[in-house]
């Protein structure tokens, strides 16, 4: 199995189409967010991870979401927020996992969500934190 797509996004919904065939509407997908007021503070995006299983795999998987500060690795590093959630998906097809965070924020910049099936490769979603803004 593996990651297709990973985003963080306002809004998520599913649909049937012709086929039939399912379609996922994906709106007010970001890379940044402007703080609630000054850090520290608390963020809590929706992340948006697409799975794919190919055929001649089982479908069992576990996804595993680690956020973190950038320069430090996930697997030895407590994490600002993690998730893992076991998961099942038809061999052939796709799935979705949607993972919200409780961030601790300290400081303004950038949080990585790492991402990954089981013991594989992580893939890193950035999600820049901006100061209020004023006026």
């Known amino acids: 199995m593996h990651i297709v797509a990973a985003l ?3 809004n998520f919904a599913m649909r049937q ?3 039939p065939s399912t379609r996922i509407d994906l709106t007010g997908v970001f890379f940044s967010q402007v703080a609630p007021g000054p850090v520290p503070c608390t963020l809590s995006p929706h992340l948006v991870v697409l799975v794919y299983c190919p055929p001649h ?3 069992d998987g576990i996804l595993q979401v680690v956020f973190q500060k950038p320069g430090v690795d996930p697997e030895a590093t407590p994490p600002l927020a993690q998730n893992v959630s076991p998961f099942r998906v038809d061999p052939g097809k796709f799935t979705y996992r949607l993972v919200r965070a409780e961030l601790p924020i300290d400081d303004y910049g ?3 969500a790492h991402c990954r099936i089981g013991t594989g490769d992580w893939m890193a979603v950035p999600l820049t934190v901006l100061p209020p803004v004023s006026g």
């Open 8 to 10: 963080f996004a306002e």
């Open 110 to 112: 950038q949080v990585l």
């Open 57 to 59: 795999e089982s479908g």
């Open 17 to 19: 189409a012709e086929g």
